[in-house]
């Protein structure tokens, strides 16, 4: 729309920035060479973070928000009568121009724009210089690709994906949620669909309790992986000396002038050490199976579509007020089928006519607690809950396991005692045949806890290289003090192991623009940064 004057605007504002008029900013705001135009005082911003930006009254920015050089707002005699509000959680990039209703999480590229009267649903994605007409809506989780146009009070349906170069007229209406934007559209974590929280879902006829555990946990699992086999610190350096390897020479066999002239970062590696002292050298062929001979023994499957808020209630955990996505990790239940034939098989015999089922192991070894994230999973060994800012930043707020098996002080005795205590139905006859399945469930659960004894770095290592797959930025950890802080006692090594190829910074302070829980002291909290790392691509 190169006749529109506001086209051109963008070009001509001052950026040394200042503040005419008044407005309500948090003081945990950080506005960079900003300009605010609020005569009337009609300006409100949250913790969020504006770089060489315009915001015109009147206008609501909510927290964690991330802008650069963007126009938020409507000039005066643009548009009377209506307010520009952007939803938490967006990220607005350069010279986009926003006068409309952007809800939360939603990704808005270089050079769209939002017209006055549209309304943008929560996680959309506008695309590079896309336009979206007076009065249009967008629904949620919508993707309008490069250089598409929706007109006047036009419709995109929730889940539709626009393609680029697109032209919906006005007043038109556009459903298409299976067409893809290209071949290379990434993975992305389904959240909550709004239909699960209607009165239809699961908890309709249950009445909430005290604790309102029933209002905790959102949504249904959603499979994103399937038998999912994660890498370690060691396969991955094996992995890349074997790359080494097929660089150096003729014969493929690793050497350390080819490891200090490839990967010198690598040279002093405790891995590396080992390899080169193996005679004869290795070759690339070896490298690459001694790297899947390292990889985690354990095999998860992967889901998301939950997320869970437990309110303001200081004893449930939470940093902030706001939902956390999940990542729930689960054992296969093939692999369960698998353990459960062989202990039925070591068990068989004179005097050992005891079979148990997958059932029993769920009953054993799964027990549902209802206001756990993990509640609707078969077979879940734990879950990650995390803080997603699209695009920019994953926030790790804890990894956690409460299975039995997986505990310090974990054994027969205490298995069968609190089996015992279950149930108070059961007749003494059905009591003592429910126990005489403990030495074939204690044999699946040891097997089970040799397997996924390196949960904590397992669950690490998925949640980040899903974000970096998925174009974040950044991964904040907190660290172990600060997770105690925040309440449970959790073991070490869950927060201290990370990924190999990533840079991982020492404890720093969480960013201002996450706004924590009021009984939190920002002071206290500290968050370990994972970034890729560049060097070891």
Not at 96 to 123: K, S
Not at 354 to 370: H, Y
């Amino acid at each position: 729309m190169p006749d529109d004057p506001s086209w051109s605007r963008r070009y001509s504002l001052p950026f040394e920035g200042g503040i005419e008029g008044d407005a309500q900013i948090s003081p945990y705001a950080e506005l960079d060479r900003t300009v605010i135009m609020a005569p009337r005082g009609e300006v409100i911003i949250g913790a969020s973070r504006l770089v060489q930006c315009v915001v015109v009254e009147p206008a609501t920015i909510g927290g964690n928000v991330r802008a650069t050089a963007a126009i938020i707002g409507m000039f005066p005699g643009s548009a009377e009568g209506f307010k520009t509000t952007v939803g938490r959680g967006c990220v607005i990039e350069a010279h986009a121009d926003i006068q409309g209703h952007v809800g939360r999480d939603v990704i808005v590229r270089r050079g769209a724009q939002v017209h006055h009267e549209a309304t943008v649903g929560d996680g959309v994605e506008l695309m590079d210089r896309c336009l979206i007409g007076v009065g249009a809506h967008i629904g949620d989780g919508a993707i309008i690709g490069v250089g598409a146009t929706v007109g006047d009070h036009a419709s995109v349906h929730s889940g539709a994906r626009v393609p680029a170069g697109a032209n919906i007229p006005p007043e038109g209406y556009w459903k298409s949620p299976t067409e893809r934007l290209s071949s290379q559209d990434t993975v992305s974590l389904q959240l909550v669909d709004p239909e699960d929280e209607e009165p239809d879902s699961m908890w309709a006829d249950d009445e909430e309790d005290d604790w309102g555990t029933n209002a905790m946990v959102k949504g249904r699992p959603v499979l994103q992986m399937s038998d999912f086999n994660p890498g370690t610190g060691r396969s991955w350096v094996l992995s890349k000396l074997a790359r080494v390897a097929v660089r150096g020479g003729n014969d493929n066999q690793i050497r350390k002038a080819d490891v200090r002239r490839d990967r010198p970062e690598l040279v002093d590696h405790p891995v590396v050490k080992e390899v080169l002292r193996m005679q004869p050298p290795p070759t690339a062929v070896e490298l690459n199976e001694m790297s899947w001979e390292a990889l985690s023994e354990a095999y998860y499957d992967v889901y998301t579509g939950i997320r869970f808020n437990a309110g303001d209630n200081p004893g449930w955990q939470m940093l902030t007020q706001e939902d956390n996505d999940v990542f729930v990790l689960a054992v296969p239940q093939e692999r369960i089928q698998k353990l459960v034939d062989a202990v039925n098989e070591e068990f068989h015999g004179p005097g050992h006519n005891m079979r148990i089922t997958a059932q029993d192991v769920r009953a054993w070894l799964f027990p549902k607690v209802e206001w756990h994230p993990d509640r609707d999973i078969m077979f879940p060994v734990g879950w990650i809950r995390t803080l997603l800012y699209p695009r920019t930043t994953m926030v790790v707020v804890e990894v956690q396991t409460d299975r039995p098996w997986l505990k310090f002080d974990w054994g027969k005795r205490r298995l069968e005692d609190d089996r015992a205590h279950d149930d108070d139905w059961r007749s003494d006859e059905q009591l003592r045949a429910e126990l005489a399945k403990g030495p074939l469930i204690t044999a699946v659960g040891e097997a089970l806890r040799e397997e996924y004894a390196s949960f904590a770095s397992d669950a690490i290592n998925i949640v980040v290289e899903w974000a970096f797959g998925n174009r974040y930025h950044e991964v904040l950890v907190l660290d172990r003090k600060s997770r105690k802080k925040l309440g449970g006692r959790p073991p070490k090594d869950y927060y201290e192991t990370f990924p190999k190829q990533y840079t991982v910074s020492g404890p720093q302070p969480l960013p201002p623009w996450i706004e924590l829980s009021y009984w939190l002291e920002r002071e206290s909290l500290n968050a370990r940064r994972i970034r890729p790392n560049p060097s070891c691509s």
